[in-house]
């Protein structure tokens, strides 16, 4: 649940990367170059796996008798565990993309708002 939050809250953020004498254009292209050569180095390694544990949940029904009386029920209800395909290469590929940056004179500096232009 903490790794779905943080995701979530990173969604919308940017790495920022810099270097002196560079803009963070050129930034943004560096980083770019060294994902496609990351992709390249560390290939996907796929893995099926469970992505959300299944588990009961109770779905709550509530009427009014013929008194006028609200009444509630709760049913239990089953969910079943969802999967999906996850990179289990992701975080070396990711490592790989970061050394490419730092090999090439940059420091990363931490998450900018995502611009969506």
Known sequence: MAALLLLLALAGC???????????????AANAACTDQAILAVPPQMSWEIVEPGGTYYDRQCWRDGSGDRVCRSIPRYRPPRWDWVDLATPPRDAW????????GYTFEGYRPLRLE
């Open 97 to 104: 993309r970061r050394e490419c940056m730092r090999a090439q």
């Open 14 to 28: 940017a790495e920022r990367w810099t270097r002196p004498g560079a803009t963070e254009a050129q930034a943004d």
